[in-house]
């Protein structure tokens, strides 16, 4: 129901004008009034019939244009501003030096919106997609030239360059999805999954390397770019330090300890930065930690998968060889039993070589034991 004191539009021909709505006579407004002067005014037997008769063949002179409401509508809201407050003409925002937090940062972000919304126009549009796959191209040539620099064994394989670009590619879609279905969970995507998958196969140099290239292309689509590539590249460090010995679960329980608690450090120190205290912190965001933390876990699970799909060995499987227990090391055992010691020694010495050097000690040991 229409408010009575409502302004409405009132269209006559070619004429346009504003009336309240009060103003007009709906049909039960009529019957009301001849009603009551019926009852009222000593009409005749004839008038009365004349009146009964009008009231039957009333019709409404005003009606409701769908077609011009729409279209007022959808002008109101195409001047709707989507900007918070208000800036004057050459007002200064803000002084160099000072602190990005409350009324300014709002200010900001609203001509950083304006801002982008003039430049994604139509005619710009091919050129802004043609500029981003330049420097996706960039991001991921560096990491082929990384590989066929440093890691030529792996360049010259291409089971093994697939397997780390499908890493990429997934996580990307993965991080992407999130963002266009909410943001609000922009935290809860394992990054730290990738470093852990590429330790656990190649090295922590290729690992590290690859994590800071995806972390930079995700940063044009997230918001809070920056704080977002510092946290990850942070967490993605902490990874690549700490993840070791995968075999061990309590050692991998550890690590993922520390990461989580490395995200929740950083989130909190960049919180206290933007807003000058503490008290605007959302808390929200450290169970979505706590939920990446868990989720990081996955990781078993995915080494496990890839090692059957891409055929790849990781310290897992090197763990199930060296034991003494298969058919062929206690066959070895039966029959050539100073040999076996013999390898077996020299197995571990070449482990604790390799523990102390930094080496991949499991693929070490099973080389000797296998040689």
């Not at 091919?126 to 792996?154: C, D, H, P, Q």
């Not at 990874?239 to 520390?258: D, P």
Request: with cysteine; hydrophobic share 50%; proline share 2%.
């Amino acid at each position: 129901m229409s408010d009575r004191n409502e302004i409405i539009v009132l269209k006559k021909e070619n004429e346009v004008q504003d009336v309240l709505f009060k103003k007009l006579l709906t049909s039960k407004n009529v019957l009301e009034i001849i009603n009551t002067n019926l009852e009222d005014e000593p009409y005749s037997y004839g008038q009365k019939l004349v009146l009964n008769l009008l009231a039957g063949i009333i019709k409404p002179n005003v009606s409701y244009d769908n077609v011009l409401t729409d279209k007022i509508i959808n002008n109101e809201i195409s001047h709707i501003s989507y900007t918070k407050g208000k800036v004057e003409l050459g007002k200064l925002i803000i002084l160099k030096g000072d602190i990005v937090e409350g009324k300014k940062l709002a200010i900001l972000n609203s001509l950083k919106s304006e801002s982008e919304s003039k430049v994604w126009t139509e005619s710009n549009y091919n050129w802004i997609i043609f500029g981003y796959t330049i420097l996706v191209s960039l991001a991921l040539l560096m990491l082929l030239l990384f590989l066929n620099k440093y890691r030529l064994e792996i360049f010259n394989n291409n089971n093994k360059v697939t397997f780390i670009f499908f890493n990429v590619f997934a996580i990307i879609f993965i991080q992407t999805l999130v963002i266009k279905y909410n943001s609000d969970y922009l935290y809860v995507v394992p990054l730290s999954i990738l470093p852990i998958i590429l330790k656990a196969f190649f090295d922590a140099r290729l690992g590290l390397f690859t994590h800071v290239l995806t972390v930079l292309l995700l940063g044009y689509i997230v918001p809070n770019s920056f704080e977002f590539i510092y946290l990850h590249i942070i967490a993605g460090i902490v990874t690549i330090l700490t993840v070791s010995e995968l075999y061990k679960r309590a050692t991998l329980f550890i690590s993922v300890a520390q990461i989580t608690l490395i995200y929740m450090i950083t989130y909190f120190a960049f919180s206290i930065i933007k807003e000058g205290n503490a008290s605007q912190i959302n808390w929200d965001y450290f169970m979505l930690f706590a939920a990446n933390g868990l989720l990081s876990f996955l990781s078993i699970i995915l080494i496990y998968i890839y090692e059957k799909v891409f055929g790849l060995v990781s310290d897992v499987t090197l763990l199930e060889l060296s034991n003494t227990n298969t058919k062929l090391l206690r066959e070895l055992n039966e029959k050539a039993p100073g040999t076996f010691q013999h390898s077996m020694q020299v197995a571990n010495l070449a482990e604790a070589a390799a523990n102390e050097i930094g080496a991949n000690s499991m693929l070490v040991k099973n080389r000797c034991i296998i040689s």
